[in-house]
């Protein structure tokens, strides 16, 4: 019998060679795929499928080169960085490795469990004999990270996290996401979290003051919120919450999936900010754009508590840990050291957050306001939806009041760059360039920025500068 036979099959060598073309894609990814996102970004003319020219600059289907500040935090070295690559291509050519290691010890992980262990004990000493368990998202990372923390703690039951927090969409996570539009429809939420706003010492005191501190399993964070546009903690917030948990015994979870490792120009910005963490979550750019790799760091007790003798496949998952996500995760962490990428990130970042503010207070009435940390910014853009005229037309009024960061981030890709929405702000993008970005990139981005907003000087210009069929389009999308 030769082969089995399915109409239209599409085979990897048509991908390969591209004879899969864009067009093709598009239809695909329509028919069977996110359909609407896939409709609102071809609306915005944004769609793609990208090539990519380097690293750091893609191609559009029409030819438009782009530079990409996106990649939500997870692209640390842009797409196809040569070192990753080479390395890669050899580990491919000369596996001799089993890919699913469940049920035996394997070099790879082995190799990254140590590294990371030895990463954050170099910055926080108590962590030299910490436990690592690998997992394949940033939501399934903090999964285990309230798991483990119940385990510690069996009978306490609450568990304290802030304002616009964003820890994933798996059903806990979500639930500590405390966003209606991500939480709506999926009830009932996980009960017993209590949620304050981000640097409210005195809340989350009065909290565990209301709660009796025994009840109370854990207080998850991130060090600084970045699906909530960039916010940074104030200033002794971080250190106060750790010595609450210090001198308490609540587990203190940080979630760096977007800050650590570099990001905003510190290898664990927890730390970076006071805190001894009992539990860190690690993700994105772990992966080096590459794979999925998510890390719980647990101090060994917790560890120990959940997978101790007979337990120790208590909590497990079949892909976490593999062969092909350690090799990439292990050369990424390679690079990130090697090439210094945090201290880059610092250097860099300061140098664009100070031209962004230079840029919004040319511009006010287009940026109001702009907020970084190392290779992680974002810009606000004001708020129109108040204009009378966009009042006028209640549809509009309300697409502009949604997702006016859509009509920004069409402008800034008209202008040649690629920034990311965040998920629970608006009004806010966010750009989040790889940390090898070259320097004369790096300047021609934020080049991009100033002429965008020179040529959005007033936000109300983004109405203007947005043709009739795509506002068209995008109301009736939207409505
Ligand atoms: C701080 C933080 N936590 C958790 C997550 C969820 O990670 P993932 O999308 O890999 O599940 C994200 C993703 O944006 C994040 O930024």
């Given at each position: 019998m030769g082969p089995?036979?399915?109409?239209?099959?599409?085979?990897?060598?048509?991908?390969?060679?591209?004879?899969?073309?864009?067009?093709?894609?598009?239809?695909?990814?329509?028919?069977?795929?996110?359909?609407d996102l896939i409709r609102a970004l071809t609306i915005l003319g944004c769609v793609g499928p990208f090539k990519t020219v380097s690293p750091w600059e893609y191609q559009d289907p029409s030819g438009k080169r782009l530079i990409n500040t996106g990649g939500y935090s997870a692209v640390p070295f842009g797409d196809g960085y040569p070192p990753l690559v080479q390395f890669m291509q050899n580990y491919l050519e000369h596996l001799h490795t089993i890919?699913?290691?469940?049920?035996?010890?394997?070099t790879w992980r082995a190799a990254l469990e140590h590294n990371l262990v030895k990463l954050l004990a170099s910055q926080d000493a108590s962590h030299a004999d910490s436990k690592v368990f690998f997992s394949n998202s940033g939501a399934e990372a903090n999964e285990a990270a309230i798991k483990f923390a119940k385990a510690t703690r069996p009978k306490a039951k609450h568990i304290l996290n802030f304002r616009r927090a964003y820890h994933g969409k798996t059903q806990m996570t979500m639930s500590?996401?405390?966003?209606?539009?991500?939480q709506k429809d999926f009830g009932p939420l996980e009960p017993n979290i209590h949620t304050h706003p981000y640097g409210d010492l005195d809340a989350v005191k009065s909290t565990i003051k209301k709660l009796g501190s025994d009840n109370v399993v854990a207080i998850i964070l991130e060090p600084l919120q970045g699906e909530a546009g960039v916010i940074l903690p104030p200033e002794g917030f971080l250190k106060g919450i750790s010595d609450i948990c210090q001198a308490t015994g609540i587990i203190l979870i940080v979630d760096e999936i977007q800050s650590g490792l570099g990001r905003v120009g510190s290898w664990?910005?927890?730390?970076?900010g006071g805190m001894s963490p009992d539990i860190i979550t690690l993700a994105k750019p772990l992966g080096g754009g590459m794979s999925a790799v998510g890390a719980t760091l647990y101090r060994k007790w917790i560890f120990d508590k959940v997978l101790g003798g007979l337990d120790c496949k208590r909590h497990s998952n079949t892909f976490g840990g593999n062969s092909l996500a350690m090799a990439v995760g292990l050369k990424s962490l390679e690079i990130l050291v090697d090439e210094n990428l945090p201290e880059r990130s610092a250097r860099m970042g300061k140098i664009a957050l100070d031209r962004l503010k230079g840029i919004q207070q040319?511009?006010?009435e287009f940026i109001t306001e702009v907020r970084g940390k190392g290779m992680l910014m974002a810009m606000v853009f004001r708020d129109i939806s108040k204009l009378g005229l966009i009042q006028a037309n209640k549809d509009l009024a309300e697409l502009v009041a949604e997702a006016s960061g859509l009509l920004a981030l069409r402008q800034f890709y008209q202008n040649g760059l690629i920034l990311n929405l965040s998920l629970n702000s608006t009004r806010t993008l966010r750009m989040t360039p790889a940390l090898t970005m070259p320097e004369d990139l790096f300047n021609e981005m934020l080049n991009r920025v100033e002429v965008t907003a020179?040529?959005?000087?007033?936000a109300s210009r983004l109405l203007v500068n947005t043709p009739p069929k795509t506002l068209m389009d995008l109301v009736k999308f939207a409505t």
């Open positions: 089995m036979s399915v109409p239209s099959f599409v085979r990897t060598d048509e991908v390969l060679s591209e004879r899969y073309t864009s067009a093709r894609a598009l239809e695909h990814e329509m028919a069977h795929g996110n359909t890919g699913l290691p469940q049920q035996s010890a394997s500590l996401t405390p966003n209606p539009a991500i664990f910005a927890s730390i970076d040319k511009y006010p020179r040529r959005n000087p007033r």
